[in-house]
Each structure stands twice: as structure tokens, then as C-alpha cells.
């Protein structure tokens, strides 16, 4: 099997997410039966999605493998491969090399823990995939809290299924965006404040960290305030990616590649390598 | 052992199945990899070539994909893997460190198909030294002037022409197809025996510097102070990383022309800010310094915590071609004092 070589696939689907119109989610399709059929994926992993003549990009996989006989990847907008992704339409050919990485151990670790999952923008994609596997084994965790903002109410992801998960009686969410808005009843702050005060225990639990590294940062203290250790709090790095194999050298933390030791690390793996993320 | 006619027409008999290479000056002096036109011998004087033979390995640049680019067509843009084949290719005069670089590169390469599809069409013979040069080191990082590690057959230079040592059983089926050769002298076997016991004491004393540096704290080299200094020097220009056999690191990008797109790789360089940079502006290794230490932390600690040796094989060029004389010697002694 040559690991260069993408799998054909089409966009099924595309979804506008936020307001400003940067942020899409593209539904993809694999060609070839076969290989849709044996794709399997541990969500928090990620994928290249590579449009032939632009090149390709490392993008977390916001399906869960529960989501069978499709792809999900919520895509911002920023370079050159973005940009091309983001004027195509449905029907036209993609490819997609993956999975990578290592995602979030939700078969392993994470069993029997309660779950604190803390996403800030759009950096929720993963935690998407992590949240919907969650729920399709709801039996296999402890309490689930999710809290997770945005600058304003238009620029969260997912806005039906944020509706439908505050209705859930198995869930405890908290849904912010940074400053008032017209119409917006729910939360107001940012998430590392909306954290405090939800103050979730640490007892044999697991926290998912995902958002911009200022988040991440005054996200920590609160958490700590109330016992958290870095080995219970998980965070996804990223960095700019060619291959997502661990060859080509572009994404190293110092000694780690975060595409394939990674994206995901625990917070205490983290706080032993050099700041170079 | 061959003498330089029967060598001559060994490499003329072989140019049936192989493209041969070797290092030849240019008109300026300079030694690089050229093919070899028939009855041409590889340039023996002391030293590496200019350019490390990655070239062989890793071609620059390197076809990983193709597609058509005409849009309409049932098939454009669905990239498939490149269909063509080349003569495989016999390489001579390669020092043994060179070859061991291929050893090394092999381990993070593991699982890239390409990669071993050249290792398979490419053949080394390699050359003995007699001596080091100034800027030699090989005997640092677990290499040897007469090491084979890498080579199919090490060519052992006296007098008359070369004592040959098939390494591999490629490398024996070639020996054996020279015929039987001249019988060594016993002047000949003296000299082969004096390269073996000489010319590793023409270079720097034998260190196991691997294990030395595994076992050092990783922050603690990397917060060592010396790197800022050290960096302040540095351009950026990147040549290090070009001429060294053991650097590794490649970009990916696409091109079409005329309907015809591929997907390529070539040699990139942890020295040049776009390295790192995210599409978002956020740059992680933004300053020079980082760069710099990352290159001699990538040779000297990281790739030896994950595949054991240096990802270095101690020939010199990046010492030979700097700009502004920085020395991996000197780094990795400011390491060792750490």
C-alpha cells in the first residue's frame, strides 16, 4: 500500500457553519466500496484531504466512526488548498489519505471516566466526533459536560445538534459566545470563565481541551483551583503537516511528530517538550 | 582484487544492466555525482564529494503522484501512482560514510514506498578511505573509513587498482561476475591491511557519542545557553541541510502543466522560516535560533531517543560549506559539556 496515495472520494454535501461564511463542512463520499467499508477511524484523528494540482491539508475528522458511509471535515478557510476547497461544489473529486494519527483513547483511557469536554471557535470538530461516539456508547462513560463557545452565536458550529444535546437529559451543556447579542439567551463569557464556574470534579474524570493556545492557558487555572492534574486534561496540537507519516519533518515538537505521535497528547506529555507548536 | 583495466572493463561490461555513476570533477575542480562515460574511473581524491548521495535515494525532485489536469476528462484530478521505470543504477566510489547515511535514512523511511524502490534499483560499491580529511569525523558517530554498513561491495584503492569486498549477495553475484581478477600481491595485501589499521587513526579518536547524548536531559540541551550564540552567526541559507546525507526533510507541492499535473517532493530545510508557518500566520519556530537548534537537536538527540545512532554520519560537508564556519564538532562538544 502506498501511504501517498489518496482515496478517491466526491463532496456529497457542504454545509456553511458560521456567519462569516469561513467555516464549511464538507460531507466526502469514497469512491470505492471497499475502501469505504474498511475505513475506521478513532475520532480525534485526522486526515489529508488533497485536492490534485493545490495540494493536500491535515484536517481532524469531524464524523465519528459511528457515521457510517461518510466523512465530515469542518474547514476554516486560511491558505491556498483551503481556499480552493472552499470554492468547490458538491459532485467534484477530492482525495482523502488517512486516518492519522493517534485521536483521543476513548476505547482505553477514557472508559468509565466522567468526561469534561472544553472547546473554544472551531476547534470543536474532533470533539464533535469524540461527543457523537460518546453518546452512540453512552454506557461506557461516566457524566459528559461540554463546554464550548464562540466569539458570537453565529460562528458556532453544529447549531442543530447543539439544540438537540441541550435537550438531552444525559448531558450537561454549556453553550457561550464572548459578549451579548441580539437574541441570544444562553451563556455570556468566555470559556475559560464558563469553566470556573461550572467547576466539573476531577474524580475520575478526563478533560478534552481544544481551542486556541490563549484558551487552552487561562482555561487551566480554574481547572487546577479545583484539583485537576496535567495527566487527566488531553489537548490536540497541531502544526504545519506534508506527509502526516512521520517522515518529511515538518510538524516535530521537539522529539515527537505530532502526526503520528499525535495530534493528541496529554497535557503532562506536553509540558515536557519544548514550545515549538 | 582488480587492476584498474580489469576494473575498467568490469564497470564497461556492467553499463549493459546499470546507469553508472561515480564522482567526477567539473571543469571548475569541483567533485560531484556524474554518470560515468565508459572507461571513466571514480575521482579517488581524499574527501566527499560536494552533494551527499541522497540524490540517489531521494531524488530531487521526486514524482510521488500524476494526474490529468483536463478538466471534462473522467479522470482528471484522480492522481494514481507514476508508471515509469528507470535502468537501475550502480554507483562507485561511494565513501562509507555516504553509505551508512542511507542505513540511517532508511529508519524513518520505513514505511515510504519509494524510498525502498530505489534502494532496490540503486547498487553501491564503495571506496575505502586511506586517510581523513580535516573536516572527517565519521569515527564520532559509528562510522568507520573501511565501514560497509549501506555498501553491496567496498572497494579496498592500492597501487595497482582495488581489492573488492562483497557486503551483500547483490554484491557477491557482481564480484563474481568480474571473473577471477589479478591475484593480489603480497605487497598488496600489506597495503590493503594498512588501510584497515591506518586510516582510522588518521581521524578524530573513536567516541560513542549516541549513548552520551541519549542520556542527557532533553530540556536540559535544549535550554542549553549556547544555542542563541551559535545561531547568531547562522544565515539561513540552508546549504547545511542540502549537502547533508542525513537530512531528510521534504516538502510536498503539485504542478500542472498542459493538462498534465503531478504531485512531487523535494528537499526542504528546517532552516527556512516557511518550514514551520501555519497557514494562520502563527510561526512555532519563528526565530532563527530555533531553527538552528532544531537542526543539531533533530541529528544529535531527537532522531537517536527514537531510533538509537546520530542522524549523522560525520562527513564533514555541512563543516566544509558553511558560510560562516559554524561546526557540528563544536556543537556537539558544547552538548557533551552540558
Known amino acids: 500500500m502506498n501511504p501517498y496515495l489518496p482515496y478517491p472520494a466526491r463532496i456529497d454535501d457542504i454545509v456553511i457553519e458560521t456567519e462569516d461564511g469561513n467555516l ?73 489519505r488517512g486516518p492519522l494519527g493517534n485521536g483521543f483513547p476513548v476505547d482505553t483511557e477514557l472508559k468509565g471516566k466522567n468526561i469534561v469536554i472544553i472547546a473554544g471557535g472551531f476547534a470543536f470538530t474532533t470533539l464533535r466526533a469524540t461527543l ?26 453544529y447549531k442543530d445538534e447543539l439544540k438537540q444535546w441541550q435537550e438531552r437529559d444525559d448531558l450537561d451543556v454549556h453553550i457561550t459566545v464572548d459578549r451579548e447579542a441580539p437574541g441570544w439567551t444562553g451563556l455570556v463569557g468566555f470559556v475559560p470563565t464558563i469553566a470556573g464556574q461550572v467547576k466539573p470534579s476531577p474524580e475520575n474524570a478526563a478533560a478534552l481541551i481544544c481551542g486556541p493556545p490563549i484558551m487552552i492557558k487561562f482555561t487551566m487555572p480554574p481547572l487546577e483551583e479545583v484539583g485537576w492534574t496535567d ?47 | 582484487m582488480l587492476d584498474k583495466a580489469g576494473f575498467e572493463d568490469w564497470l564497461r561490461e556492467l553499463a549493459g544492466q546499470f546507469e553508472i555513476f561515480g564522482p567526477k570533477a567539473n571543469d571548475r575542480g569541483i567533485v560531484n555525482w556524474q554518470k560515468l562515460n ?22 530531487q525532485p521526486e514524482t510521488l503522484l500524476e494526474f490529468s489536469a483536463r478538466p471534462g476528462t473522467e479522470d482528471a484530478f484522480i ?44 547498487v553501491l560499491i564503495g571506496l575505502a578511505c586511506r586517510q581523513g580529511c580535516s573536516t572527517c569525523f565519521c569515527t564520532w558517530t559509528g562510522g568507520s573509513p573501511v565501514g560497509t554498513e549501506g555498501l553491496d561491495i567496498l572497494a579496498y584503492p592500492v597501487s595497482r587498482g582495488y581489492v573488492l569486498e562483497p557486503v551483500t549477495e547483490r554484491g557477491a ?6 571473473g577471477p581478477g589479478n591475484d593480489a600481491t603480497g605487497a598488496e595485501l600489506k597495503e590493503l591491511e594498512e588501510i584497515r589499521s591506518k586510516a582510522p587513526s588518521s581521524l578524530p579518536e573513536t567516541m560513542e557519542l549516541a549513548p552520551r547524548l541519549r542520556e542527557k536531559g532533553l530540556m536540559d540541551l535544549y535550554n542549553a545557553p549556547f544555542w542563541q550564540q551559535l545561531s547568531d552567526s547562522c544565515i539561513n541559507c540552508g546549504t547545511c541541510t542540502f549537502l547533508c546525507p542525513t537530512c531528510y526533510c521534504f516538502d510536498i507541492q503539485d504542478e500542472t502543466l498542459r493538462g498534465k499535473g503531478r504531485r512531487i517532493r523535494y528537499w526542504d530545510s528546517c532552516m527556512f522560516p516557511l518550514f514551520t508557518l501555519h497557514a494562520s500566520g502563527h510561526n512555532p519556530r519563528g526565530e532563527k535560533v ?49
Request: proline share 8%.
Open chain 2, 173 to 178: 553475484s557482481l564480484v563474481e561476475s568480474a
Open chain 1, 24 to 96: 464549511k463542512t464538507f460531507r466526502l463520499v469514497l469512491e470505492k466500496k471497499d475502501e469505504r467499508d474498511s475505513w475506521n477511524h478513532v475520532p480525534g484523528q485526522f486526515a489529508m484531504l488533497s485536492i490534485a494540482g493545490k495540494g493536500e491539508i491535515p484536517i481532524g475528522i469531524a464524523s465519528s466512526p459511528t457515521e457510517q458511509g461518510h466523512l465530515l471535515f469542518t474547514v476554516n478557510r486560511a491558505g491556498v488548498v483551503t481556499t480552493a476547497l472552499h470554492k468547490m461544489n458538491v459532485g467534484e473529486p477530492i482525495g482523502v
Open chain 2, 79 to 122: 492522481p494514481h501512482e507514476p508508471g515509469t521505470e528507470h535502468k537501475p543504477r550502480l554507483v562507485v566510489g561511494v565513501r562509507p560514510c555516504d553509505a551508512r547515511s542511507v542505513v540511517l535514512n532508511a529508519m524513518p523511511y520505513e514505511d515510504d514506498p519509494y524510498f525502498h524502490k530505489n534502494r532496490q534499483n540503486v
Open chain 2, 38 to 59: 565508459e572507461g571513466e574511473l571514480p575521482d579517488e581524491r581524499p574527501g566527499v564529494p560536494k552533494g551527499s548521495i541522497k540524490t540517489f535515494f531521494f531524488p
Open chain 1, 132 to 157: 457523537i461516539y460518546m453518546l452512540e456508547n453512552r454506557a461506557d462513560y461516566g457524566n459528559i459536560t461540554v463546554v464550548y463557545g464562540a466569539r458570537t452565536p453565529g460562528m458556532l458550529l
Open chain 1, 231 to 277: 495527566d487527566q486534561v488531553y489537548l490536540s496540537l497541531e502544526n504545519r503537516m506534508k506527509c502526516g507519516l512521520g517522515v518529511c519533518g515538518h510538524c516535530n515538537v521537539g522529539p515527537v511528530y505530532v502526526c503520528k505521535d499525535g495530534p493528541v497528547f496529554t497535557r503532562a506529555q506536553v509540558q515536557k517538550l519544548p514550545v515549538e507548536f
Open chain 2, 290 to 338: 530555533k531553527r538552528v537548534r532544531n537542526r543539531f537537536m533533530h541529528k544529535l538527540k531527537y532522531f537517536p531517543e527514537r531510533f538509537g545512532p546520530l542522524s549523522c554520519v560525520g562527513c564533514g560537508r555541512c563543516v566544509r560549506d558553511c558560510p560562516v564556519n559554524i561546526d557540528i564538532r563544536q556543537v556537539i562538544n558544547e552538548l557533551l559539556a552540558t
